[in-house]
């Protein structure tokens, strides 16, 4: 018992147990990686991801000295996919993701009150329902913040005291959740061109290990198509590929909707699959041409662009 009256997590505690039973069944539990070459191994293997040594290092380093971490960079680059699976990872345990938008507030991502429950039996811990961020403290897994620039000011200060603090306060049940291990642990992700966004505050920056993330090299993007097409990539000539990392490329430079490497994976995981259909040995330019307009074509405003570059 704390000096206010408010009592810490205990093992009866009615909240920690309707986080059990509501969340534990969809967290899988695995071996967690602490070590960075071996995760880097698993991201590959298990993950089908090839992410550049320096995030995984600084990030394990950031989780060791238990701060958070801010994956920053343009859309597609992989920030949520891979923040997730390293999370994972990390704590052995399925990872949480809260997409930010402005209306995000404690009672979407801690807990809120059942309204009917709430007015039969009051607001006590049988009308209170444990949301992601509180799931994820008591059940020491990790948690990822996507696109945290969506959310308001208030949002974001109301994290300042979980970040500095470890621990979740609910007033209204007179309680304090607080770390346990070291298995929660959390990832933001952030595109700063986004326009529908807001500024983050220094306060919240300083608190923040900060990693770039960028478009990967012709040469990454290459490995990760052979990684996950598989054996897909032998319908494809090396002409049709080499086209689409150029294609892509130049969209990302010029075009309103600007395409990441999944869409690459995508697009070209149809044309090998169009050509199979259609029961060719090799996919051919109109299989790209087709597959192309289905997957890249996103915005009206790309729509020549898309068809000359498609061409």
């Known amino acids: ?168 306060i609910v007033p209204e049940l007179r309680r304090v959740y607080v770390q346990r291990g070291s298995g929660f642990q959390i990832i933001f992700t952030s595109n700063p061109l986004d326009i529908a966004q807001n500024e983050l505050s220094d306060a919240f920056l300083r608190r923040v290990v900060r990693i770039e993330f960028k478009y990967p090299t012709i040469e990454e993007e290459y490995e990760i198509l052979k990684l996950r097409l598989g054996d897909l990539i032998y319908k494809l000539s090396d002409d049709l590929i080499s086209k689409a990392l150029r294609v892509v490329r130049e969209l990302r430079q010029k075009g309103i909707y600007k395409p990441g490497t999944a869409d690459l994976v995508s697009w070209l995981t149809l044309t090998a699959i169009l050509a199979d259909s259609k029961k060719k040995e090799k996919a051919e330019p109109k299989d790209l041409y087709e597959a192309g307009l289905a997957t890249l074509f996103k915005n009206p405003e790309d729509e020549d662009l898309a068809h000359e570059l498609l061409k």
């Not at 018992?1 to 408010?6: V, Y």
């Not at 509501?22 to 539990?29: D, E, F």
């Not at 290092?57 to 989780?63: D, M, N, R």
Request: charge should be negative; hydrophobic fraction near 40%.
């Open 1 to 168: 018992m704390l000096e206010t009256g408010i009592v810490t997590m205990e093992a009866n505690d009615p909240i920690v147990e309707k986080v059990y039973e509501i969340y534990g069944q969809v967290v899988k539990a695995r071996e967690p990686i602490r070590d960075p070459e071996t995760m880097l191994k698993a991201l590959r293997e298990e993950y089908k991801l090839i992410v550049k040594p320096y995030i995984v290092y600084i990030t394990i380093a950031a989780f060791l000295n238990n701060r958070p971490v801010l994956y920053e960079g343009p859309p597609g680059t992989g920030k949520t996919e891979i923040g997730e699976a390293i999370l994972t990872l990390w704590s052995g345990k399925s990872a949480f993701i809260l997409p930010c938008s402005e209306n995000y507030d404690e009672y979407r991502v801690i807990g809120d009150f059942h309204p009917a429950m709430a007015m039969a039996k009051g607001f006590n811990e049988e009308s209170f329902i444990p949301r992601p961020l509180l799931a994820a403290l008591i059940l020491d897994t990790g948690v990822l913040v996507d696109e945290i620039r969506r959310s308001s000011e208030e949002f974001q200060n109301m994290l300042l005291d979980i970040i500095d603090k470890r621990r979740i």
